[in-house]
């Protein structure tokens, strides 16, 4: 079992930046696959940035530029930079982890956090 808590969401107008973070409960990074997720209200959840084996990155094309994907292996943690921040990024950030990439990128992965809030103001 893993066990995944985000942290770090909040309120910031348009253009603004924030970091939010994923703690896993245990080692994870030599065998599973993460990424970061969010739902806005009305919409289903999308992928917005993962990490694949070999340290791989990818990122939804609306994030490319002003979202980072990053991770320290020694604490577990996983974290989420975003910059120049729209209204449209708001919603509700999942970290998300599975020992599958494919899972991950077809939105089934084993494990999910609580979410985390980030609300941007225009």
């Known amino acids: 079992q893993v066990q995944l808590v985000e942290s770090g969401g909040g309120s910031v107008q348009a253009g603004g930046s924030l970091r939010v973070s994923c703690a896993a409960s245990r080692y994870i990074a030599g065998s599973y696959c993460m990424a970061w997720f969010r739902q806005a209200p009305g919409k289903e959840r999308e992928g917005v940035a993962r990490?694949?084996?070999?340290?791989?990155?990818t990122y939804a094309d609306s994030v490319k530029g002003r979202f980072t994907i990053s991770k320290n292996n020694a604490n577990n943690i996983m974290y989420l930079q975003m910059n120049s921040l729209k209204p449209e990024d708001t919603g509700m950030y999942y970290c998300?982890?599975?020992?599958?990439?494919?899972?991950?990128?077809?939105?089934?992965?084993?494990?999910w956090g609580q979410g985390t809030q980030v609300t941007v103001s225009s």
């Open positions: 990490f694949h084996r070999f340290g791989i990155t």
């Open positions: 998300a982890a599975d020992r599958s990439s494919s899972r991950l990128v077809a939105g089934t992965p084993d494990y």
